[in-house]
């Protein structure tokens, strides 16, 4: 078996990603269709939960992975580096929905987008 580099690109999990990608759209695509209406088409693409369990799956193997090497590298886990790493990676684009999706409340067009009122 061959090892995985230390913190290398591990190309076989684009293939997992892909498989959960695909499990969710097609969830999506079948359950806002008129096929939801024929039991049997439904019941057999009703994969999205599998694909979102896919990514959790995915991400706790990342996660796990990443710090093995650290504590391989040197000695120990560093929590506080793990939640500024983390910080760093979701933090971002988390703002930029969060901007974009409420930035017309701040010019009184607090309905833009949404099915009901904010407030």
């Known amino acids: 078996m ?3 580099p230390i913190g290398g690109y591990l ?3 684009d293939g997992w990603r892909a498989i959960a990608i695909l499990a969710v759209l097609l969830d999506h695509a079948v359950g806002y269709s008129p096929l939801q209406s ?3 088409v439904f019941a057999l693409t009703r994969v999205g939960p599998n694909g979102v369990s896919l990514f959790f799956a995915i991400s706790g193997f990342l996660i796990c992975s ?3 090497e650290e504590e391989r590298a040197y000695g120990v886990i560093s929590l506080r580096g ?3 790493r983390r910080a760093c990676r979701i933090l971002p684009p988390a703002g ?3 901007c ?3 930035g017309p409340c701040s010019r009184g ?3 833009v987008g949404f099915s009901r009122p904010l407030v």
């Open 66 to 68: 990443r710090l093995l």
């Open 109 to 111: 067009m607090a309905n």
């Open 100 to 102: 974009h999706r409420l």
């Open 2 to 4: 061959a090892k995985a």
């Open 11 to 13: 190309p076989t999990l």
């Open 82 to 84: 793990f939640y500024v």
């Open 38 to 40: 024929v039991p049997r």
């Open 96 to 98: 930029t929905v969060v």
